[in-house]
Structure formats: C-alpha cells, structure tokens
C-alpha cells in the first residue's frame, strides 16, 4: 500500500490489490476514510469513514480534490485505467 501523499499528519494511500472505482484511504491514528477520486461534477466523496468528524472530512475532500490529478495518475500507475 503505497503511501502517495501525506495531509495534515495523515497518510493518503493506494492499496496495490484494491478495486473500481478509483479512490484512495485516508489513514490516520484510530481513523480512516475511503475517499472516491471522482464523485459528482469530478468532486471526490467519502464512501466510507471511521473516526472522523465531519469538519476533518471537509478538509480532506478539499485537500483530495486538490490533489486529484495526481491521485488519479498514481491509480492509473497501480492499476491501470478504468
């Protein structure tokens, strides 16, 4: 599970043996959330989440968003297109 970034202490990871849709797991102590890469109008979502509040999960749907790109050609890297 490569880490591919890391936001405000928390790592942004890809799991090499994951699956469609794109997205990512957002892993933090006691916390996780798996975030789709393009939900509505491009915008990430949350498809799943433990330990967060819903004020950190704003801000990492912004700091995804803000690294989409990014996040999506590492997925193609790891998983090829989709």
Do not use: C, Y
């Amino acid at each position: 599970m490569p880490t591919v970034i890391r936001v405000r202490g928390l790592r942004v990871v890809i799991f090499t043996n994951d699956h469609w849709p794109p997205h990512v797991h957002v892993i933090g102590p006691g916390q996780e959330a798996k975030i789709a890469l393009s939900g509505k109008a491009r915008h990430p979502t949350v498809m799943a989440t433990a330990g967060f509040s819903r004020a950190q999960l704003a801000v990492i749907l912004v700091e995804i968003d803000r690294h989409h790109d990014l996040l999506m050609q590492r997925w193609r890297e790891i998983h090829g297109d989709t």
